[in-house]
């Protein structure tokens, strides 16, 4: 069955230290999302791309990247780790293609940073 | 600025009775309208959509949309423990493939 996983699941790291979360779908869905949810927040969307080599800023993008070279993968990379940057991160798919917009999320990463 | 919004509850019902969760948007251009379902330290799970005006109905859920009043709300009958969850609603419009979420709203079913 088509999925689509996170790894890790859970990740300690210090502050400013780089940190890559990965995403990883078999949906082969032209749109990838990176979500981060905090108390008091709901979901907040980082980065998104609907396409190999297409990346876009959301919200909340500073502090992280994202880049796409294949249609399966959307690893997003956390340049200096901060302690604001504590949170559950979500990556969601969606096919992109018409009008099909629901999205599918992932498992999930609770990272913390100390 | 588009705004998606639901009482964040918590919504307390009995076992057997009908839950009924709201969602209002404040964009008049919206056309897509999701409900999710994200258990405690879960990832949200896509329960419902609904493009058209009217009610939607799969299984024990059922979806009404009302564009004209900018509302959305999603109905769960014969409500059992295990729907207690949190409930998040989300809206796209314009052919953007973004969705603004709402912060979601608490529900719990008592025994």
């Known amino acids: 069955d088509a999925e689509i996983t996170q790894s890790p699941r859970h990740k300690i790291t210090e502050t400013g230290r780089q940190v890559t979360l990965a995403c990883h779908q078999t949906w082969n869905h032209n749109n990838m999302f990176w979500y981060r949810q905090d108390l008091g927040h709901g979901l907040r969307l980082i980065h998104y791309?609907?396409?190999?080599?297409?990346?876009n800023k959301g919200e909340v993008s500073d502090g992280y990247s994202v880049s796409r070279s294949n249609t399966e993968d959307l690893p997003l990379t956390l340049e200096s780790a901060a302690s604001s940057q504590t949170s559950v991160y979500f990556c969601?798919?969606?096919?992109?293609?018409?009008?099909?917009?629901?999205?599918?999320f992932g498992p999930g990463t609770r990272l913390t940073v100390t | 600025q588009k705004e998606v919004e639901q009482n964040s509850g918590p919504l307390s019902v009995p076992e057997g009775a009908i839950a009924s969760l709201n969602c209002t948007y404040s964009d008049r251009g919206s056309q897509s309208f999701f409900w999710y379902r994200q258990y405690s330290g879960k990832s949200p799970e896509l329960i419902m959509f609904?493009?058209?005006?009217g009610d939607k109905e799969d299984g024990r859920f059922t979806a009404q949309l009302n564009k004209a009043s900018q509302y959305v709300s999603l109905l769960i009958r014969d409500s059992q423990p295990s729907d207690s969850a949190t409930y998040l609603c989300?809206?796209?419009?314009?052919?953007?493939?973004?969705?603004?979420f709402g912060r979601g709203t608490s529900l719990i079913v008592h025994p």
């Open positions: 609904i493009y058209s005006n």
């Open positions: 969601a798919s969606s096919e992109g293609l018409g009008d099909s917009y629901e999205q599918y």
């Open positions: 989300a809206v796209t419009s314009g052919g953007s493939y973004i969705p603004t």
């Open positions: 791309s609907y396409g190999v080599h297409d990346t």
